[in-house]
């Protein structure tokens, strides 16, 4: 059995024992974090499963694995253990810091050897421990200098190439905004049936198609709903009651609900859908830490949970914010309300927070008729231009094209 750390012990136990815990836990903590190398095995199966049963668990451990924890004593008593009344944020965030000073310690210790050896000056041997701190406080910091240059201006240059396919699949829009790139935050708002859902459904598919992970947490609407619309988009085919009652067994539409079925199917787990009331940030980020999306999609906002339960203004604020976050190596993408003037009703720090802000401008629409005018109007986009860009709502068909 390896050397187990007690702290790392109890916030298994908590993991275990209660369904809430590990949604908290992973807000600070990710098995990397881990010394006890038995229980960085365990948190990675229970985040890729959400599995809590000991016994489960036990099947999917390796045996060398399961030895080292204790066997399956050992996890039942973890399951049963007293925790006092101990906090599982508390233990999360003690875990963490013990492994931030881990890593600085052994960069010390690294730096020393190569001063040792005449590697490197005293100077550059603090400065790399100085960076190692940085990055410790903050584990999304990456630190650049001057003899960097020609590696940024390379991820600069890989970037601009990647936009295209990258993004909504809107060729003048994805130039204008960038594509959907790692490190931003991207708002799409309009009115109630503008089409947001649908146009966040277009970027999943544009980007799995491209080889990107994707996670979709719907608040809004079921699972099998938002399936309908990702079928009738791949498929070009109307999913609509209406049409369903119509050509129930028509056999061209059929043919075209299970070929946009077999695309789906094509992009095997890299299109994740996920059904969730009133997601917060915990759960969102317990979703990246499990499938590690290169997008993250949340439909949308103003449905994400409370964490103020009091003052509607801060909660999406505060909401917005926790979206920016986890924009740390992918891009995050939601739907938002908007006031009769085009803008959030509750509070100005989505605005503030996001990288780009595109509203859908509907006003266009004619009563009976599918295809609807609409304009994309990229009111924000850090680091580049603004404008708009015309395009034509194909609502029967899930669709978004660009007009030229």
């Not at 406080?137 to 295209?164: C, I």
């Not at 999609?297 to 409370?306: E, R």
């Not at 909401?319 to 976050?325: E, F, I, P, T, Y």
């Not at 803008?343 to 004619?366: A, Q, Y």
Request: proline share 3%; net charge neutral.
């Amino acid at each position: 059995m390896n050397s187990h750390d007690p702290i790392e012990r109890v916030l298994i136990a908590h993991i275990l024992q209660d369904s809430n815990a590990l949604k908290l836990a992973t807000q600070f903590v990710s098995p990397a974090d881990l010394r006890t190398s038995s229980y960085a095995k365990l948190l990675q199966i229970v985040i890729a499963t959400g599995v809590r049963d000991v016994s489960v668990i036990a099947s999917k451990l390796p045996g060398d694995t399961l030895t080292q924890i204790g066997g399956v004593a050992e996890l039942y008593a973890l399951s049963t253990m007293r925790l006092n009344g101990s906090s599982v944020v508390e233990i999360a965030e003690t875990v963490k810091a013990n492994a931030d000073r881990r890593r600085v310690a052994v960069s010390m210790r690294n730096a020393a050897d190569d001063v040792e050896r005449g590697e490197i000056s005293i100077g550059q041997g603090i400065q790399r421990v100085l960076d190692s701190s940085s990055k410790a406080v903050n584990q999304g910091a990456v630190v650049y200098t001057a003899e960097d240059s020609d590696e940024l201006m390379e991820q600069y240059f890989a970037r601009l190439k990647e936009s295209n396919a990258s993004g909504f699949g809107l060729v003048k829009l994805d130039r204008m905004i960038g594509g959907l790139s790692a490190g931003r935050f991207v708002i799409l708002s309009g009115f109630p049936g503008s089409g947001k859902t649908t146009l966040m459904v277009q970027a999943a598919v544009n980007m799995a198609r491209a080889g990107k992970k994707v996670v979709f947490v719907s608040a809004e609407m079921r699972g099998s709903d938002l399936f309908a619309i990702v079928v009738s988009h791949l498929g070009q085919v109307d999913m609509s009651p209406e049409a369903h009652i119509k050509a129930a067994e028509h056999n061209e539409r059929l043919a075209k609900i299970r070929a946009g079925k077999e695309a789906f199917e094509s992009f095997k787990s890299r299109f994740v859908i996920v059904e969730a009331q009133s997601p917060d940030i915990a759960l969102l980020n317990l979703q990246c830490q499990r499938h590690s999306p290169d997008l993250l999609i949340c439909d949308y906002l103003q449905l994400m949970a409370s964490p103020n339960k009091a003052n509607r203004e801060q909660d999406v604020s505060t909401n917005a914010q926790g979206l920016k976050s986890l924009a740390v190596g992918r891009a995050v993408l939601t739907g938002s309300q908007v006031n009769r003037e085009g803008k959030i009703r509750e509070s100005d720090g989505p605005w503030h927070h996001c990288d780009c802000w595109i509203h859908i401008d509907n006003s266009k629409e004619t009563p009976g008729n599918p295809d609807v005018p609409i304009v994309l109007e990229v009111r924000k986009n850090r680091g580049g231009g603004l404008g708009n860009v015309d395009g034509l709502f194909r609502k029967r068909l899930a669709t978004f094209a660009s007009s030229y």
